[in-house]
């Protein structure tokens, strides 16, 4: 004879499991996604996600603005603050990519009005970008700081560009701040952001925003200029590591 107790145990497991699915599916969209998106990468049905959503708005740990679902106040307090990766794990895997993808691998956030690199890995056959000028005050004039700034909004990026102005820093530059706005207002979010000798001549360099949890992240990779034509496939691969990464749920939602 099966008793309440013996059923009960499995079904409130199963439920866990289920909503840690969503939330882990959650924090891989920055800018959030609708139940039908979340339903499909947890591998749940409709209405059983659906159910969770709910439940997980309702307790404080998601919140839903604009048909999408993002990580609420709950959430964000079990680690004391927005999600963001765990150094440990950045340094360790940057330098497992950039041996994978034979290129630099850098990792920088926008944190506190500021961009701050977080880490970067190189080979002594591939070496990085040397900081010939503050990586922190030309945001314009390279993939990350590009890639990060167009996460912001408005007036967050004149924020930014009033305390960090517009300067060419090679003849590839962009020459003024309202050039540069226009070209993070046509940004696509989808495509990387390209960097073609603006920072540092003789290098090319792309990056993509990475969603861990509110922290606004990017990710890049850099290669001589002759080799610029494997500088996309570069990044496409750059971006199928993280991915992965983020859905082993490596990355910690705490700070």
Known sequence: MTTASSTAVPTLIGSVQRALRL????????????????????????????????????????????????????????????????PGVIVDSLAHWADVIGAP????????????????????????????????????????????LGQLDERAREDHLDRHPVRPLTRYSVSDRQTFLKRLRLMKRTEPVVERQEYAMGTVCAAIPITVGSAVAAMAVSLPL??????????????????????????????
Not at 27 to 49: I, M, N, S, Y
Not at 56 to 66: K, Q, V
Not at 115 to 129: H, K, L, N, R, S
């Open 105 to 148: 691998v850098y990792c920088a956030l926008y944190k506190d009005g500021e961009i701050e690199m977080i880490a970067v890995a190189d080979t002594p056959a591939a070496p990085a970008v040397h900081e010939w000028a503050s990586f922190r005050e030309t945001g314009h004039a390279h993939a990350l700081g590009q890639c990060l």
């Open 226 to 255: 002759h080799q610029e034509e494997r500088l996309l496939a570069a990044v496409e691969q750059l971006r199928c590591e993280v991915t992965s990464l983020l859905r082993s749920f490596v990355f910690s939602i705490s700070i």
């Open 23 to 86: 939330m882990e599916a959650v924090g891989t969209h920055r800018d959030g996604a609708p139940a039908k998106q979340l339903a499909r990468e947890a591998g749940l049905p409709l209405p059983t996600a659906y159910h969770l959503l709910r439940t997980l708005t309702h307790e404080g740990y998601l919140r839903r603005e604009n048909g999408v679902f993002l990580f609420g106040a709950a959430a964000e307090r079990l680690g004391g603050g927005p999600a963001t990766p765990r």
